[in-house]
Every structure is written in C-alpha cells, then in structure tokens.
C-alpha cells in the first residue's frame, strides 16, 4: 500500500493550496480518507476527513470553513483545498486511510502517506 501526498510548498498569508494523495495497492473506495498535520515540535493532529461513500466530511474547528476535503474515487485520490491559509497551518500534511469510520485520531487508521510540507509565511 502506498500514499503518496503532494502539493504543499511556501506561500503568505491568505494563500490557497490544493494537496493531493494518490493511493495505491488497496481498494481505495472501501477506505475513509483523513488529513492529519503535524508542526515542528508537535504532535500530529486531525485535519479533515471524506467517507467512504456518499461523501460525508468532519472537520477539525481550526479549518472550517477555509478548508475542503473531496475525493475521486476512479483516480483512487483524494484533496485537501486549504484557503485563507494562515502562519499557524505552517505544518507537514500527511494523508491516512482507515476503515473504522470518520475518526479524529490516529490510530484509527492504517496507512499512512510520507507528507507534504505547507510552509506560511505572515
């Protein structure tokens, strides 16, 4: 199994990015798809998170409404659209698949992607 996250980079305040992570070697339509983030000294903490089906999303408070997770399941990818970005979304992106439902911590899922740095600067 293989997720590999792309996208980040340097951008200012008020930027937009739009994260990808392909997935490979499972059946990606029978995984929910989650986005975690960890900044430098941190511990990784929730982001976003799709269903399996039907397209259903949770949020973490500190990204609703700036930020949009969307899958596609015949490309076996999903995004992460992060608008209004701020200095405190300074963080690695990882993605993470699970079958236990729309979950918020991290052992609820299985494989994980190698993350994608999104640097903010103010």
């Known amino acids: 199994v293989q997720l590999q996250a792309c996208g980040g980079g340097l951008v200012q305040a008020g930027d937009s990015l739009r994260l990808s992570c392909a997935a490979s070697g499972l059946t990606f339509s029978v995984y929910d798809m989650a986005w975690f983030r960890q900044a430098p000294g941190k511990e990784r903490t929730f982001v976003a998170a799709v269903s399996k089906s039907v397209g259903g999303t949770i949020y973490a408070d500190s990204v609703k409404g700036r930020f949009t997770v969307s899958r596609d399941n015949a490309k076996n990818t999903v995004y992460l659209e992060m608008n209004s970005l701020k200095p405190e979304d300074t963080a690695v992106y990882y993605c993470?698949?699970?079958?236990?439902?729309?979950?918020?911590?991290?052992?609820?899922?299985?494989?994980w992607g190698q993350g994608t740095l999104v640097t903010v600067s103010s």
């Open positions: 993470a698949a699970g079958v236990r439902g729309l979950r918020q911590l991290v052992g609820y899922y299985e494989y």
